[in-house]
């Protein structure tokens, strides 16, 4: 499954929380994201998770 939510929390690690407004704003626990540009808060990044529940932010969407 892809969602799509917003960067709410960068670690200092470098792993990445992210909002759902659709889901009244809920908050994931810090995920790994995919090598590319680094990441900031409230940008619009696809996220993919497993049938196991595993997620990976897959990056930025551009062009919104």
């Known amino acids: 499954m892809i969602k799509i939510g917003f960067v709410s929390a960068i670690s200092s690690d470098g ?10 704003d809920a ?20 996220v993919a998770y ?6 990976v932010c897959l990056g930025k969407i551009i062009g919104r």
């Open 15 to 24: 792993l990445v929380s992210v909002s759902y407004p659709d889901e009244d």
């Open 50 to 55: 497993t049938s196991s529940a595993q997620s």
């Open 27 to 46: 908050t994931t626990d810090f995920m790994p994201f995919l090598e590319g540009n680094p990441l900031e808060v409230d940008d619009l990044v696809a």
